[in-house]
């Protein structure tokens, strides 16, 4: 299956410090991709890196087989929408009008919206299970309305790949297994998701492959079991990553002790 985003040694340098050392990455449509790791492991540079929003010091990110920096920026939010927890801060607008900012990539943000924008914005809210609260003032929602506002503005963007960074971030468990749902749902359409992911029980639940990142490189890629077997994750969190097969669950159940 070929690849929508696709980087190759791909680095980023903040003033004299490289953050980003030689990053290969692939990400396929309806794949979903847990980047994992430690803190300030340069996981949520990376995907401002592939998003065009940092400047690149070195090595190629391309989008739809086409290089990054040969993309207008709307025809680039129609490829790749990024959601970050901050941006569902406090705000005035309801989250109609908080998801239509996803059409402005198709419309600018003088144009009138079109039948078409309409039905996307409709469609967002429905599939985030929202639509109930689109008249509702963004700052009166509790965080996981919130996060599921922000996952619907990306959405309305109709991209190929939806970014995440720490998408669970302050999410209590009833909201975090209702957005990997959604997240699911959306996977389901060809969709692919490539998320920021702290819990690792949950990333290896969830995702198709981890990445894990580490100082500001890949240190092990491939199916959840694999990379958190791996001496590098060991290594890397500084713990003992023990599996336990749960009768009746398709997936493991992992238990972290401290001490590699």
């Not at 995907?47 to 990110?61: Q, Y």
């Not at 965080?143 to 720490?166: K, N, S, W, Y």
């Not at 468990?173 to 957005?179: F, K, M, R, T």
């Not at 890949?218 to 009768?247: K, N, Q």
């Amino acid at each position: 299956m070929s690849a929508i985003v696709e980087a190759r040694g791909l680095t980023v340098q903040r003033g004299a410090r490289e953050v980003l050392h030689g990053i290969d990455l692939d990400v396929a449509a309806g794949e979903a991709l847990a980047l994992v790791g430690p803190n300030a492991a340069g996981k949520s540079t990376l995907l401002r890196a592939l998003t065009g929003l940092l400047r690149t010091s070195g090595g190629t990110v391309a989008v739809g087989g086409r290089p990054l920096r040969s993309w207008s920026r709307d025809g680039l939010a129609r490829k790749l929408a990024l959601v970050t927890s901050e941006d569902e801060a406090v705000s005035p607008l309801t989250v109609r009008e908080r998801v239509a900012i996803g059409r402005y990539p198709y419309t600018g943000p003088f144009l009138p919206l079109r039948p078409a924008d309409h039905a996307a914005i409709a469609h967002a809210l429905a599939m985030t299970g929202i639509a109930a609260l689109a008249e509702r003032r963004v700052g009166t929602l509790s965080a996981g309305e919130r996060q599921l506002a922000a996952v619907a503005r990306g959405l309305a963007q109709e991209p190929q790949v939806l970014l995440l960074d720490e998408p669970a971030a302050h999410l209590d468990i009833g909201h975090q297994l209702a957005l990997f749902r959604v997240l699911d749902e959306i996977r389901a359409t060809g969709v692919a998701i490539l998320a920021v992911v702290h819990d690792l029980q949950r990333a290896s639940d969830w995702a198709d492959r981890l990445v894990l990142v580490a100082e500001g490189r890949i240190a092990a890629s491939g199916p959840p079991r694999e990379v958190l077997a791996s001496p590098a994750a060991a290594a890397i969190f500084a713990v003992r990553i023990e599996e336990h097969a749960v009768p009746g669950r398709t997936a493991p159940l992992y238990s972290f002790r401290e001490g590699s």
